[in-house]
């Protein structure tokens, strides 16, 4: 059986949400990010991490959503099986990882990038990642314009990254997620997903 181990509210609610639609039975673990007992299942103390029967522990997001979606061809997760799709699929996940993510490292962990207790410097270290996060929600709400999914015209593995780090955008002071208007509406109608509401219950978070 696979088991996932998370933390409330990060990007580990992407193979939550996964699971969910897959309908296979899983465990669900929560977990205190970097702390010692966690340090021994995935060494960089970071969610989400797996365990599939009898694997190794697997992590990063991007490759534990691939996993899945190959894993289970008929839930229709992964890319079509066009080199097309599969670039647009790849590209997406990777701008999630590589993007998307990133930009937010600074806001919710600023203590991991200053190295004197200067109050001041503390407030630029929170503060200068908006610009990159304004880049970010506007790249992705270009792309979304007339869109409702983030590859092609049906659901993926992007779709629930996608979701999880969006909803990041709720914490940003002065600038609503309304702002970004394609991006807020994919945000809306993707909450209303029935699976969607289940892992976000489950993780009780809103
Ligand atoms: N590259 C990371 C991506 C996952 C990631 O950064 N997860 C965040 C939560 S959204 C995390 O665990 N942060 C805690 C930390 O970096 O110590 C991995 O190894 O899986």
């Known amino acids: 059986m696979i088991k996932l181990f998370y ?41 989400p991490a797996m365990i599939d029967g009898d694997s190794d522990v697997m992590n990063q997001p991007d490759a534990i959503l691939k ?31 590589g993007d998307f993510h990133p930009a937010f490292y600074p806001y919710f962990r600023p203590n991991r990038y200053w190295i004197e207790e200067d109050e001041n410097a503390h ?39 996608a979701f999880a780090m969006i909803r990041w955008g709720n914490y940003i002071p002065n600038k609503p997620l309304s702002d970004y208007a394609n991006v807020f509406r994919f945000y809306q109608q993707f909450k209303q997903d029935n699976a969607v509401q289940r892992a976000m219950s489950q993780q009780g978070i809103k």
């Open 7 to 47: 933390a409330p509210g990060t990007c580990a609610l992407a193979p939550h949400i996964v699971l969910e639609w897959i309908g296979e039975p899983y465990e669900l673990e929560k977990v205190q990010l970097g702390s010692p007992e966690y340090l021994k299942i995935n060494p960089l103390g970071q969610v």
């Open 67 to 97: 996993y899945l979606a190959q894993k289970y061809p008929d839930a229709k997760l992964g890319s079509n099986g066009t080199l097309q799709d599969a670039y647009e699929l790849n590209r997406w996940l990777a701008f999630f990882t």
């Open 123 to 161: 407030k630029t270290i929170k503060e200068a990642p908006y610009k990159l996060i304004v880049r970010v929600f506007a790249h992705l709400n270009n792309h979304l314009e007339g869109k409702d999914y983030i590859v092609g015209d049906r659901l993926t593995v992007a779709d629930p990254y």
